[in-house]
Nanobody, 115 residues
Framework: QVQLVESGGGSVQAGGSLRVSCAAS????????MGWDRQAPGKPRELVAQ???????VYADSVKGRFSISRDNAKDTVYLQMNVLKPEDTADYYC?????????WGQGTRVTVSS
C-alpha cells in the first residue's frame, strides 16, 4: 500500500502563486513517475504535469510557462509551483505516483483562484 499526503493549496487571487507538495510513503520499491492531475467542477480530470525519476517532465498546454514540477527523490516528494494563476486553474489537485507498474492517487487538495 502506498500513501500520498498532499499539502499546500488554498485560495489566491488571479496572478498569484501557490505551491502544493505531495509526500509518498509505504510499500514502494522505486517511484518512476510522480505528478499532478486536477479536476475542475463539471469537467473531467486532466493531467497537469508529471516528472520521471530521471527528471523528464510533461505539462498540459494550459499551464506551460506558468507551472513548474519538481521532485526530491530522497524524500519521495513531488512539488508543483503554480505561478500567474488564473480563475480557470480553480480545481481539486490530486498527486499521483507510479511504482511497480501501479498508479496511486492522493486525496486531493483544493486550489481556488478568484478574479
Amino acid at each position: 500500500q502506498v500513501q500520498l499526503v498532499e499539502s499546500g493549496g488554498g485560495s489566491v487571487q488571479a496572478g498569484g502563486s501557490l505551491r502544493v507538495s505531495c509526500a509518498a510513503s509505504g510499500n514502494m520499491f522505486s517511484i518512476n513517475v510522480m505528478g499532478w492531475d486536477r479536476q475542475a467542477p463539471g469537467k473531467p480530470r486532466e493531467l497537469v504535469a508529471q516528472i520521471t525519476s530521471s527528471g523528464s517532465t510533461v505539462y498540459a498546454d494550459s499551464v506551460k510557462g506558468r507551472f513548474s514540477i519538481s521532485r526530491d527523490n530522497a524524500k519521495d516528494t513531488v512539488y508543483l509551483q503554480m505561478n500567474v494563476l488564473k480563475p480557470e486553474d480553480t480545481a481539486d489537485y490530486y498527486c499521483f505516483v507510479q511504482t511497480r507498474g501501479s498508479y496511486y492517487w492522493g486525496q486531493g487538495t483544493r486550489v481556488t483562484v478568484s478574479s
